[in-house]
T-cell receptor
Framework: KQEVTQIPAALSVPEGENLVLNCSFT??????LQWFRQDPGKGLTSLLL?????REQTSGRLNASLDKSSGRSTLYIAASQPGDSATYLCAGGAYSGAGSYQLTFGKGTKLSVIP | GAVVSQHPSRVICKSGTSVKIECRSL??????MFWYRQFPKKSLMLMATSNEGSKATYEQGVEKDKFLINHASLTLSTLTVTSAHPEDSSFYIC??????????????FGPGTRLTVL
């Protein structure tokens, strides 16, 4: 069964700093990996999706990498801003033995960017 | 991107009552929708997969008689928490899968429903 771990659970940085959020997964047979953002009391917003055949994806100040062999993904945020404060979730997507596709989520990293 | 709505956003109910939560895909059709539950500082836990026109598939440990799921159309799935108790208080999030670009599709998430059972 897939398990997704995110470290650290919480992170506080001063505005302008570059930062890295880490995600590890136990089953390398993932189909893709997604990073989401969740604001307090809100749903999820998809940030980046990396297919298993890809190594990284970029969107603006965000860059996500994927290393299937080591079971790791990172989310790099450049020049952090207070508006980046949120909880960041990673999720591994895979097909089960029954052929259904599911996402398995980590617990998230709560990011606080201090002005 | 596509939009998924949930209604209500917040609900407070008395113990023993039933609560229905709606999940709608607003600009695409979704043969599959997913219902998740999120506890504070915990990851989203998949409760069940809702399949249009057929029975939902429940994850291990989720009581199907407690959490009734109906996916009667390609744009609407409902989750009914029957005889709710305080331990059912949680944040419920749905997602709808858009397969227009092929498998495995893209999951779009709703804004969530905060259920508080008194």
């Amino acid at each position: 069964k897939q398990e997704v771990t995110q470290i650290p659970a919480a992170l506080s940085v001063p505005e302008g700093e570059n930062l890295v959020l880490n995600c590890s997964f136990t089953d390398s047979a993932i189909y893709n990996l997604q990073w989401f953002r969740q604001d307090p009391g809100k749903g999820l917003t998809s940030l980046l999706l990396i297919q298993s055949s890809q190594r990284e994806q970029t969107s603006g100040r965000l860059n996500a990498s994927l290393d299937k062999s080591s079971g790791r993904s990172t989310l790099y945020i450049a020049a952090s801003q207070p508006g980046d404060s949120a909880t960041y979730l990673c999720a591994g997507g895979a097909y089960s033995g029954a052929g259904s596709y599911q996402l398995t989520f980590g617990k998230g990293t709560k990011l606080s960017v201090i002005p | 991107g596509a939009v998924v709505s949930q209604h209500p956003s917040r609900v407070i109910c008395k113990s023993g009552t039933s609560v229905k939560i709606e999940c709608r895909s607003l600009d695409f059709q979704a043969t599959t929708m997913f219902w998740y539950r999120q506890f504070p500082k915990k990851s989203l836990m998949l409760m069940a997969t809702s399949n249009e026109g057929s029975k939902a598939t429940y994850e291990q440990g989720v009581e199907k008689d407690k959490f009734l799921i109906n996916h009667a159309s390609l744009t609407l799935s409902t989750l009914t928490v029957t005889s709710a108790h305080p331990e059912d208080s949680s944040f419920y999030i749905c997602s709808a899968r858009d397969l227009s670009a092929g498998e495995p599709g893209t999951q779009y998430f709703g804004p969530g429903t905060r259920l508080t059972v008194l």
